[in-house]
């Protein structure tokens, strides 16, 4: 059974930092990449930052030059620091491992860790 297992959320004020890690844990069997992900109240899921077993980085536009995403897929492991941060960075962060080769691909998630920022 597959397990991430995330940790390092919390209350920091607006322009504050933190690292979000995580660690998985089971058989994954041909991991391509892992990512952070953030879903607010009523909203989709949104990808954060993912990283890929090649170590290519991908961010959505909102937290380029304040997030770096870092880890070793391959090894199961994947962090987040986030510098500069904002109160509408405020939302649960979930952990996602992508299992995929050709004609299959599965997501596994961790249940979530809590950001929240004052302003």
């Known amino acids: 059974q597959v397990q991430l297992v995330e940790s390092g959320g919390g209350l920091v004020q607006a322009g504050g930092s933190l690292r979000l890690s995580c660690a998985a844990s089971?058989?994954?069997?041909?991991?391509?990449?892992m990512g952070w992900y953030r879903q607010a109240p009523g909203k989709q899921r949104e990808l954060v930052a993912s990283?890929?077993?090649?170590?290519?980085?991908h961010y959505t536009d909102a937290v380029k030059g304040r997030f770096t995403i870092s880890g070793d897929p391959a090894k199961k492991t994947v962090y987040l620091q986030m510098n500069s941060l904002k109160p509408e960075d405020t939302t649960v962060y979930y952990c996602n491992a992508r299992d995929r080769f050709p004609g299959y691909t599965r997501d596994y998630w961790g249940q979530g860790t809590q950001v929240t920022v004052s302003s």
């Open positions: 990283i890929t077993t090649g170590g290519s980085t």
């Open positions: 089971g058989s994954i069997f041909s991991i391509d990449a």
